[in-house]
């Protein structure tokens, strides 16, 4: 916390989690490479924390991912193990049936028939016994996967989405835009992009605090999550940034969708609570462009990027479609 107020960063969680690795000192890279910004006296913003997050913590969440895989792995070795002893059960059995068969040809004694029906149930009885651990051990299994199974869809959120918001991260958005730009050059439906800015999310902060910040933050994206549909797809772009891809959506239905944004987002309302003071109001420009066939998607993104300037340029809180 030092650290943050020291050099003017929020304490939101990824500055939190880099300044933490940090002063913690086990990371040699991510150490090496802030006390070179330090020495060069360079300043510190969200924007190059970020980066160093993605770089030195998101990227190497992946490792999480091993862990899983290799309790499966021993999870299965267990059971294959298991199965095959059950196996080696069965086949003994087998083979004392057969042997017992054998004998009851040749019209046993009443001593003789006595002791093969004895052999039978102690052979009888070890299959069931080695069954009937087979099938505890299955239950047990099961539900060993069943854990591991939830630990994988807890790392695929971790891994997937924005701490602080609840959106999409940049590494999904990347994913996902892509996905969607190759579908729709090898002919399904075109896409539709909206690039989402906070008015005036600076004076805000310095205003009110980083804490009523994120409040913003976190308001805005629920407001997003609210208006668009099942499958379409809100991501973190940067900052106070937000993209939001609509697959099968052509730019006229993007132009409704972001007009319908920007008016709920006005409808946000924050009160201080210790002081019961109304807060400024919140409002968000927005710059609409649609998939085109001639271009790539970081062409389609400088597009909508531009747009969205252009609504901040003349006057903020509207929309504007790409060139």
């Not at 999904?172 to 005036?200: F, M, T, W």
Request: hydrophobic share 40%; net charge negative; proline share 2%.
């Amino acid at each position: 916390m030092a650290f943050l107020e020291e050099n003017g960063l929020a304490p939101h969680p990824v500055n939190y989690l880099v300044a933490f690795e940090y002063v913690l000192g086990e990371d040699r890279e991510l150490m090496q490479e802030m006390n070179a910004h330090i020495e060069r006296r360079l300043g510190w913003d969200d924007a190059l924390m970020g980066g160093l997050f993605e770089r030195f913590i998101e990227s190497r969440r992946e490792d999480l991912y091993a862990g899983v895989s290799t309790d499966l792995m021993d999870l299965l070795a267990n059971l294959l193990g298991q199965v095959q002893d059950t196996r080696t059960s069965m086949a003994d059995y087998h083979k004392t049936l057969a042997q017992k068969q054998g004998g009851l040809k040749n019209r046993p004694s009443a001593e003789a028939l006595h002791a093969i029906v004895n052999d039978l149930m102690s052979a009888t009885h070890d299959v069931v016994v080695s069954s009937g651990s087979l099938q505890e051990r299955l239950d047990s299994t099961q539900r060993e996967a069943e854990t591991l199974r939830h630990q994988l869809e807890e790392i695929k959120r971790e891994a997937e989405y924005d701490a602080l918001t609840g959106a999409l991260n940049r590494k999904a958005l990347e994913r996902i835009l892509g996905s969607l730009h190759q579908d729709a050059g090898n002919g399904g439906k075109p896409y539709c992009l909206l690039l989402a800015d906070v008015d005036h999310f600076k004076h805000f902060n310095d205003t009110y605090g980083h804490l009523l910040g994120d409040e913003v933050l976190k308001r805005v994206v629920q407001v997003l999550h609210q208006q668009v549909k099942g499958g379409d797809f809100v991501a973190r772009y940067g900052g106070e940034e937000f993209l939001i891809m609509l697959p099968g959506t052509p730019v006229k239905g993007g132009l409704v969708l972001a007009e319908a944004i920007r008016h709920a987002v006005e409808q946000i309302v924050l009160v201080r609570r210790s002081t019961k003071e109304r807060l400024s109001k919140v409002t968000i420009s927005l710059g609409v462009g649609g998939y085109r066939a001639d271009e790539d998607k970081l062409a389609l993104l400088e597009r909508v990027d531009a747009a969205l300037y252009r609504a901040k340029r003349e006057g903020r809180n509207r929309v504007t479609q790409a060139d």
